[in-house]
């Protein structure tokens, strides 16, 4: 795996599968009817039924064939495809049942929001979205992003060699993209290496924006504990929180990090209660202060247990690259008090990380360039937050599905590219059946339930 630019070499994880024949057939639209009939030139639904196509736009949709899955999630599937506009290699989203009930809509409107509102090189954002049916039979999204050869976790459990230089300029790349989501208010609650997609020049955008959520200033309202994969869950979601900041998105990076350099996962348990053992063998028993946002049976359960000293010196034999300032970083990340951990600004401030800023921006962002004499021209901010906030005061409006749906719709339609000939999925081709029968992950893989304290 090289770090040398474009013509770096394919890193491990990275599938060569054949790449599919280009379609070149065109869908015309189908005119409305109200008896609901689609014309012979009806468009076909994801799901296998006939349905609608868009309103009239100034070019006829052209065809796209789904290729292969590369990845299930706990709320989408993705496929990689062609797109026949530019013959581009991207992925495909798919969000089925997408109004199964009002949290779930709710749910996909918010990431599908997000994935337009992001501009970052190393944030994932939507390249399109597939127009939508008539909204009869709207049931599904289509979106397309940015096609990624690997992710974080495939990485860490090769055989690859990771070098010191691999490990700063991931976790470099892992804090900017967290900067921009943090200064747009955004939480994403889900950062685990399987979030983190790689390409073959090792450039990282953070993906998987179904948890994330816009952060929530009064500390009397509650938030939902069901986020963040156990092995990356902060202590104060484990220890049952009402309320949380953007800190538990350190702390998931930090065990990521300590994930690089050992190659095994830091905090591996079964439970809830077990995560928190492994925690408290590490960083010790923690003081009342410390935790004081636990639930009183969480803080009961800690402060009752036999007192442990830190054993932070054991992050030093996770491997020879666990240098001074790596476990230095690491320790600030890893601390039971939120209030106390270390921000990403002041993460990105660290000694640690200047390799992998030079690193990325010397040959790897699109936000520099290199002169006809050869010289390197940095960008003014090297480290650029959002333009603005996320806004999601939209969400207090809806009430009912119907609202929901009318509002889904219509950022779909809104989001069309009118400037570009609009895509629709090809009924045709090999993959159509195993691509309308693909679905979400099995619920054992969406985050486990918080314990449930006393």
Request: glycine share 4%.
């Amino acid at each position: 795996m090289s770090l040398a630019g474009p013509t770096a070499a394919p890193i491990m994880g990275v599938s060569h599968h054949h790449q599919a024949v280009l379609a070149a057939a065109y869908f015309h639209h189908a005119p409305n009817n109200s008896q609901g009939v689609p014309s012979k030139s009806g468009s076909i639904s994801s799901n296998g039924s006939s349905s609608y196509s868009p309103p009239e736009r100034n070019s006829p949709p052209v065809d796209v064939q789904p290729d292969r899955p590369i990845g299930y999630g706990a709320f989408g599937v993705v496929w990689a495809v062609t797109d026949p506009r530019d013959g581009k290699r991207v992925a495909l989203k798919k969000l089925p049942n997408v109004f199964q009930s009002l949290v779930s809509a709710r749910r996909v409107c918010r990431e599908l929001r997000m994935l337009c509102f992001f501009k970052h090189d190393n944030v994932l954002s939507a390249l399109d979205i597939l127009q939508p049916p008539h909204i009869d039979f709207f049931h599904e999204i289509y979106v397309i992003t940015e096609l990624m050869q690997s992710d974080l976790h495939k990485i860490i459990v090769s055989p690859q060699h990771l070098s010191t230089d691999h490990i700063k300029v991931f976790l470099y790349q892992i804090l900017r993209g967290l900067k921009y989501l943090h200064s747009a208010r955004i939480i994403h609650r889900d950062i685990k290496p399987g979030n983190l997609l790689v390409n073959s020049n090792c450039v990282l955008k953070i993906c998987d924006f179904g948890l994330a959520r816009v952060e929530e200033p009064n500390p009397s309202k509650a938030m939902t504990q069901e986020v963040v994969t156990q092995y990356y869950r902060a202590p104060e979601i484990l220890m049952g929180a009402k309320h949380y900041t953007n800190g538990v998105d350190i702390w998931s990076v930090g065990c990521i990090f300590a994930e690089l350099l050992g190659r095994r996962i830091l905090f591996q348990a079964q439970t809830p209660i077990q995560q928190l053992d492994l925690i408290s063998d590490l960083l010790g028993t923690p003081k009342p202060e410390d935790i004081r946002s636990a639930c009183s049976g969480a803080k009961s359960h800690m402060l009752k247990k036999p007192h442990k000293q830190p054993a932070l010196p054991a992050l030093y034999t996770l491997s020879p690259q666990a240098t001074p300032e790596a476990v230095h970083l690491l320790c600030q990340m890893l601390v039971f008090d939120p209030a106390k951990r270390v921000t990403v600004d002041e993460a990105m401030n660290h000694p640690y990380i200047d390799e992998g800023r030079l690193r990325f921006h010397s040959c790897m962002c699109r936000c520099c360039r290199t002169s006809s004499t050869g010289l390197r021209i940095y960008a003014p901010d090297l480290e650029p937050s959002a333009d603005h906030p996320f806004d999601d005061r939209w969400e207090k409006k809806i009430v009912s599905m119907h609202q929901i749906k009318d509002e889904l719709y219509r950022l779909v339609s809104d989001h069309a590219q009118n400037n570009r000939t609009p895509l629709c999925i090809n009924p045709h081709s090999a993959a159509f059946k195993s691509f309308t029968s693909s679905t979400v992950a099995h619920p054992s893989e969406l985050p486990p339930s918080p314990h449930q304290w006393e």
